[in-house]
C-alpha cells in the first residue's frame, strides 16, 4: 500500500514537473518572437549613402546619393540626375522590393549610380543602429546614415563669427539666412540671393562647396554679408544641435541658429 502510494506521488510529481518545463518552454519561445520582432526597426526616413559596393569603406562615396523610405511603403532615390522610384515591404529585418525602378529621365547618371540603383532589388536584410543603416545584397553592404541629425532641408540665422587668429566674437549686425537643400545651399543677405552646388560628407560632418557662388545681383550689399559669402568656400566642417549650427571654415568659426526659432521673435 505505502509503495503504491510512493508511486502515486512520484508519477504526479513527474506531472507537475513536465508541465512547468512545457510552460517555460512556451514562454521563452514566445519571449525570443518577441525579441524578434523588437530588432525590426522601421526604416522610414531619408538617408544619405556612405558607401556601397563599388566603393570600399575606406574611400567613402563622394557624392550624396539620398534615399527615402516613406511611410506609405514608397521608396525613393536621388541619384547624380536621376530621381527614381519603388515600393517596398518590411518583414523579419528583410527589405523587399517591387521588381523595377522608374526614374525621371532615361540617362546622365554615372555608373556608379547606376549600379546602387540595380541593388535595391528582390529581398535583401537589413539592420539599423542607432543612425546607421546597413542593407545587405550579394554584391556586398550599402551603408546609410540617417538624415535626421543632418542638415539637409533646414534654414539658419547667422549670428555670429569669430577668426582662429583672435578669440573675439563678432556678432553680424543684419540677418542673413543660410539653406541647405540636397544638392544646393543658398545664402540670402541684404539684397542679393546667392547659391551655389553642395557635396555632403555627412559621416565626417562635412560639406564641400566646390564652386563660387552665384549671386541674383551684382552689388548693393553690406560689406559684413559679403564678407559671409566668401568665408562659404571650400571644405566646411559643422556642428548640429536642435537649434545651433556651428560652420568651421578656413579662417573662422560661423555660429547660427534655426530659422524658424528668429522668425517666431520677430
Same mark, same amino acid.
Given at each position: ?17 513536465? &508541465? ?15 525579441? $524578434?520582432?523588437? $530588432? ?48 517596398? $515591404? ?56 540617417? &538624415? ?14 569669430? &577668426? ?13 539666412? =543660410? ?7 543658398? =545664402? ?43 568665408? =562659404? ?11 545651433? =549650427? ?21
Amino acid at each position: 500500500m505505502i509503495t503504491l502510494r510512493k508511486h502515486i506521488f512520484f508519477f504526479f510529481l513527474c506531472t507537475l514537473l513536465l &508541465n512547468a518545463c512545457n510552460k517555460k518552454g512556451t514562454v521563452d519561445k514566445a519571449t525570443t518572437s518577441s525579441s $524578434k520582432t523588437e $530588432k525590426t526597426v522601421s526604416p522610414v526616413g531619408t538617408w544619405t549613402v556612405i558607401s556601397f559596393p563599388s566603393n570600399t569603406q575606406e574611400t567613402p562615396n563622394q557624392k550624396s546619393y539620398i534615399v527615402h523610405f516613406d511611410a506609405d511603403n514608397s521608396m525613393g532615390l536621388t541619384l547624380d540626375v536621376n530621381t527614381c522610384g519603388t515600393s517596398y $515591404k518590411v518583414k523579419d529585418g528583410m527589405l523587399t522590393f517591387q521588381e523595377g525602378m522608374t526614374c525621371t529621365e532615361a540617362c546622365c547618371d554615372s555608373k556608379e549610380a547606376n549600379f546602387l540603383t540595380s541593388q535595391f532589388k528582390g529581398s535583401l536584410h537589413y539592420s539599423i543602429e542607432g543612425s546607421l543603416m546597413t542593407i545587405k545584397t550579394d554584391k556586398g553592404d550599402i551603408k546609410l546614415i540617417n &538624415n535626421k541629425d543632418g542638415i539637409i532641408g533646414t534654414s539658419w540665422t547667422a549670428m555670429s563669427y569669430k &577668426n582662429f587668429k583672435s578669440d573675439n566674437l563678432t556678432k553680424f549686425e543684419k540677418t542673413y539666412r =543660410l539653406s541647405f537643400d540636397k544638392k544646393r545651399m543658398m =545664402l540670402n543677405l541684404d539684397v542679393n540671393t546667392c547659391n551655389t552646388n553642395i557635396n555632403y560628407l555627412p559621416q565626417i560632418s562635412t560639406f564641400e562647396l566646390p564652386d563660387g557662388m552665384g549671386c541674383t545681383r551684382k552689388c548693393c550689399d553690406s560689406k559684413e554679408g559679403i564678407a559671409l559669402m566668401n568665408a =562659404l568656400k571650400g571644405r566646411i566642417t559643422y556642428q548640429k544641435t536642435d537649434n545651433q =549650427l556651428t560652420l568651421n571654415t578656413a579662417t573662422q568659426e560661423i555660429n547660427f541658429v534655426l530659422y524658424k526659432e528668429i522668425s517666431k521673435e520677430e
